[in-house]
C-alpha cells in the first residue's frame, strides 16, 4: 500500500501570501489528486491528475508534480481557501489518502 | 445535478452489523464506479473501496476487505456498503463517491454518521 506524507500538517497564512503544500508518496503513484475540505462539509473535488483544477477552483490554485513528489499551491491566499487539503493516490487497484493539511488564515 | 444520498447511519453496538445505501440521482448510475469514504471524528479521510458498473470488480483497502462489503443495483440507482462485526474504530461519518477517471471522485454524497457504542 502507498503511503502519503503531507507536510505541513498544520499552517497559517496570511492574505495575499503564496502558499505550499506538499504530498510525497512511498512509491511512485500513477495519478495524484487533491481535495479540500471545510468543517461539517462533505471533501471537494479540487485538483486532478495532479495539475488540472476541477469545475469552480479559483485559477490561484495549481498543482505540480510527478512519480512520488507532488504540490498543491495557493498564490495569493484569500480568506476563503481556508480549510483542510487532502492529496490522493490511484496506483490500480489500490487508493490511499494523505493524512491532511490543515490551512488557516491570519 | 449530480445528487448521492447515504442513509442507514445510527448508533450500533459493537460486534453488530449494518447496511448503508447510497441513492445516486442526475446522472447514468450503471456508466459509472462508485465508492465508499470514511472519516472519523476529527481525522482524516479513509478509502474503503469501489465498484465498477456490472458489479464484476470490487476493489478494497485492504485492512477492510474481510469486514466490509460493496454492493449496487443499478436498476434502482443504489450503492450499498455492508458492514459486519463493527468496532469503535468504525465510528465515521461514511461518504458515497462517484468515481471519474484515475480513481478522482468528483461528486461526494453528504456522509452518514455511524456511532459504534454500547
Known amino acids: 500500500e502507498i503511503v502519503l506524507t503531507q507536510s505541513p500538517t498544520t499552517m497559517t497564512a496570511s492574505p495575499g501570501e503564496k502558499v505550499t503544500i506538499t504530498c510525497r508518496a512511498s512509491s511512485s503513484v500513477s495519478y495524484m489528486h487533491w481535495y479540500q475540505q471545510k468543517p461539517g462539509a462533505s471533501p471537494k473535488p479540487w485538483i486532478y491528475e495532479a495539475s488540472k483544477l476541477a469545475s469552480g477552483v479559483p485559477d490561484r490554485f495549481s498543482g505540480s508534480g510527478s512519480g512520488t513528489s507532488y504540490s498543491l499551491t495557493i498564490n495569493n491566499m484569500e480568506a476563503e481557501d481556508a480549510a483542510t487539503y487532502y492529496c490522493q493516490q490511484w496506483n490500480y487497484p489500490s487508493i490511499t489518502f494523505g493524512s491532511g493539511t490543515k490551512l488557516e488564515i491570519k | 445535478e449530480v445528487k448521492l444520498v447515504e442513509s442507514g447511519g445510527g448508533l450500533v453496538q459493537p460486534g453488530r452489523s449494518l447496511k448503508l445505501s447510497c441513492a445516486a440521482s442526475?446522472?447514468?448510475?450503471?456508466?459509472?464506479?462508485m465508492g465508499w469514504v470514511r472519516q472519523a471524528p476529527g481525522k482524516g479521510l479513509e478509502w474503503i473501496g469501489e465498484?465498477?458498473?456490472?458489479?464484476?470488480?470490487?476493489n478494497y483497502t485492504p485492512s477492510l476487505k474481510d469486514k466490509f462489503t460493496i454492493s449496487r443495483n443499478n436498476a434502482q440507482n443504489t450503492l450499498y456498503l455492508q458492514m459486519s462485526k463493527l468496532g469503535s474504530e468504525d465510528t465515521a461519518i461514511y461518504y458515497c463517491?462517484?468515481?471519474?477517471?484515475?480513481?478522482?471522485?468528483?461528486?461526494w454524497g453528504q456522509g452518514t454518521l455511524v456511532t459504534v457504542s454500547s
Open positions: 463517491a462517484r468515481a471519474s477517471y484515475y480513481g478522482f471522485s468528483a461528486y
Open positions: 465498484i465498477n458498473q456490472d458489479s464484476s470488480t470490487i
Open positions: 442526475g446522472f447514468s448510475f450503471n456508466d459509472y464506479w
